[in-house]
């Protein structure tokens, strides 16, 4: 009988630990293009999802204007819509600040990658995500890109 209380606790454990580990699906509800020192709002087809993944600053993004647009359309793909998705990997946190309101700003560097197939693309970016308890923002930068943009995501309901 020990065992199998032994057995129902680490059960127990490790569906409370995997319960923790959700992703959070946030949906951009503004997104601003900084270009030459000015921010202006822009809208891109389609909504921009991203993906904040269950480790600190795993991301995914969804949406292939927006993700074409931030590569300036070098990838060549055999299948266009290798463009949908992208993952920023093998990151690594450069700063972590908080500002005046009390909002968490965490930068990193790494890569976005695109996979699809036999398609693939990657590029260095600089990501920075806004949490004040919950997500408010994020901003990301290819490396070699005067290109910066910025997304605030529709509440949670």
Do not use: H
């Amino acid at each position: 009988m020990k065992k199998y209380y032994k057995m129902l606790l680490c059960l127990l454990f490790i569906s409370f630990c995997m319960a923790q580990q959700t992703t959070e699906n946030l949906y951009v509800d503004k997104a601003w293009v900084n270009e030459n020192e000015e921010w202006d709002t822009f809208q891109y087809s389609g909504k921009i999802v991203i993906s904040i993944l269950p480790e600190e600053g795993n991301i995914q993004i969804t949406n292939y204007d927006f993700l074409r647009d931030f590569t300036n359309g070098k990838a060549k793909f055999s299948n266009k819509l290798s463009y949908t998705s992208a993952n920023f990997e093998n990151k690594r946190k450069i700063s972590a600040t908080v500002d005046k309101q009390g909002i968490l700003c965490s930068t990193y560097e790494g890569i976005l990658v695109f996979q699809s197939g036999d398609d693939y693309y990657s590029t260095f970016a600089t990501i920075t995500i806004l949490k004040k308890g919950y997500v408010v923002g994020l901003k990301m930068q290819e490396k070699n890109n005067n290109k910066e943009y910025a997304f605030s995501f529709k509440p949670n309901s």
